[in-house]
């Protein structure tokens, strides 16, 4: 049924663009390859809950320079160990990402507070996952549908025109999920016909630690599809490294003040364009580009021709034009009213003069 509600799903399949971009991706769901966090639970590691978070950082980044060559014995079929008793990496990654929620940095603020005592900073999320809702999504982009969208409440920013303000704000209380009935979500989803695991929200990044425990459980070959606002900590990058597949990152503003501005955001660019290059070395990429009324010479702009310019004009860019006013978009005027046709057709133009060969529009 899903194909009949969007063929371009069935379409993209032979779009040769989208398959270099992402052909990693299409030959996991496809069952040709296995996903990253099935090769990272096989890599065994030698490290002890007893040692310190910095000898366990310097045993994770020995093991990730030559994680990238693994991954292309494992993609040949030269070589896939089976699980051991050993600490795997994927279990060294858990328990940094454990220690940090002890001392929240996943994202880029870097508040600093104890969620495992139940502290709360910017994003409000404790020391339980809360998940909003889960199920087979169908407005996703062509590639990815049906995606196996997991929503989880609290976001990192505050985007006064945010659509899904409810869960990112923890209007909703969601339910609480242990690692445990996360991976059983994923398992179901992936049994359904879902092509990936989508990890979204609110935004993913404050769950990073859940995420990872919850992978250790999953048995189903699944591609993982990080879906994220792109505002995370050069540590949670590390962490990802290895776990996720795709990346389906936000590119939200310019080098300018429009992120403090609509999203309580500072330093945006900085940390955007960081995770945009570890994203593109470690993993595929999708960005997501929503053209913003009045913004497009002090983000479209630098955004489009950054993208074409550091990460390669065939990138797979998703040029959108669905925005309309929602929660507190009142409060900056030229958000108050939707796009108009002539601003993305000059978006439009923007890509093409940046020489972006690989839209989605």
Same mark, same amino acid.
């Given at each position: 049924?899903?194909?009949a509600v969007?063929?371009?799903?069935?379409?993209?399949l032979?779009?040769?663009?989208?398959?270099?971009?992402?052909?990693?991706?299409f030959?996991?769901f496809?069952?040709?390859k296995?996903?990253?966090?099935?090769i990272?639970?096989?890599?065994?590691?030698?490290?002890?809950l007893g040692?310190?978070?910095?000898?366990?950082?310097?045993?994770?980044?020995?093991?990730?320079d030559g994680y990238?060559?693994?991954?292309r014995?494992?993609?040949?079929?030269?070589?896939?160990p089976?699980?051991?008793e050993?600490?795997?990496?994927?279990a060294?990654?858990?328990?940094?990402s454990k220690?940090?929620?002890?001392?929240?940095?996943?994202?880029t603020?870097?508040?600093?507070?104890?969620?495992?005592?139940?502290?709360?900073?910017?994003?409000?999320?404790?020391?339980t996952?809360?998940?909003?809702?889960?199920?087979?999504?169908?407005?996703?982009?062509?590639?990815?549908?049906?995606?196996?969208?997991?929503f989880?409440?609290?976001?990192t920013?505050?985007?006064?025109?945010?659509?899904?303000?409810?869960?990112?704000?923890?209007?909703?209380?969601?339910?609480?999920c242990s690692?445990?009935a996360?991976?059983?979500?994923?398992?179901?989803l992936?049994?359904?016909?879902?092509?990936?695991?989508?990890?979204?929200?609110?935004?993913?990044?404050p769950w990073?630690?859940?995420?990872l425990?919850?992978?250790?459980?999953?048995?189903?070959?699944?591609?993982? +599809?990080?879906?994220s606002?792109s &505002?995370? #900590?050069?540590?949670t990058?590390?962490l *990802? /490294?290895?776990?996720?597949?795709?990346? =389906?990152?936000?590119?939200?503003?310019?080098?300018?003040?429009?992120?403090t501005k +609509?999203?309580?955001?500072?330093? &945006?660019? #900085?940390?955007?364009?960081r995770?945009? *290059? /570890?994203?593109?070395?470690?993993?595929? =990429?999708i960005?997501?580009v929503l053209?913003?009324?009045?913004?497009?010479s002090?983000c479209?702009?630098?955004?489009l021709?950054?993208?074409s310019?550091?990460l390669?004009?065939?990138?797979?860019?998703?040029?959108?034009?669905?925005?309309?006013?929602?929660?507190?978009?009142?409060?900056?005027?030229?958000?108050?009213r939707?796009?108009?046709?002539?601003?993305f057709?000059?978006?439009?133009?923007i890509?093409?003069?940046a020489g972006?060969?690989?839209?989605?529009?």
């Open positions: 049924m899903w194909a969007r063929p371009d799903s069935i379409a993209v032979k779009d040769e663009k989208c398959k270099r971009s992402l052909s990693r991706y030959s996991i496809q069952g040709k296995k996903a990253k966090f099935l990272t639970r096989s890599l065994q590691t030698n490290f002890l040692n310190t978070t910095e000898e366990l950082w310097t045993k994770h980044s020995q093991i990730l990238l060559d693994h991954e014995l494992t993609d040949s079929g030269t070589s896939f089976m699980q051991s050993e600490p795997s990496f994927l060294l990654k858990t328990e940094l220690r940090i929620l002890s001392s929240c940095h996943f994202c603020r870097r508040c600093g507070v104890d969620r495992e005592r139940g502290e709360t900073g910017f994003c409000g999320c404790g020391p996952a809360t998940v909003s809702s889960f199920f087979e999504h169908m407005g996703e982009e062509p590639e990815l549908v049906p995606s196996g969208t997991i989880t409440c609290g976001c920013m505050r985007c006064l025109h945010c659509q899904n303000w409810t869960i990112s704000q923890n209007i909703e209380a969601g339910d609480l690692p445990e996360l991976a059983k979500i994923v398992d179901r992936r049994q359904q016909g879902c092509r990936n695991a989508n990890l979204v929200g609110g935004e993913p990044t990073l630690h859940h995420w425990d919850a992978f250790s459980k999953v048995k189903e070959n699944v591609p993982v +599809i990080w879906n606002n &505002y995370y #900590s050069h540590e990058a590390q *990802l /490294a290895g776990f996720a597949d795709v990346y =389906l990152l936000d590119f939200k503003y310019g080098p300018e003040d429009c992120a +609509i999203s309580s955001a500072p330093d &945006y660019w #900085s940390a955007c364009t995770n945009h *290059l /570890a994203a593109k070395k470690y993993g595929e =990429l960005v997501r053209v913003l009324p009045g913004h497009n002090c479209t702009r630098p955004i021709t950054w993208i310019e550091n390669g004009p065939e990138t797979r860019v998703n040029l959108m034009d669905q925005y309309r006013p929602e929660w507190r978009a009142h409060e900056v005027p030229e958000l108050r939707r796009l108009t046709g002539s601003e057709r000059e978006a439009r133009e890509a093409s003069e972006l060969t690989n839209l989605i529009t």
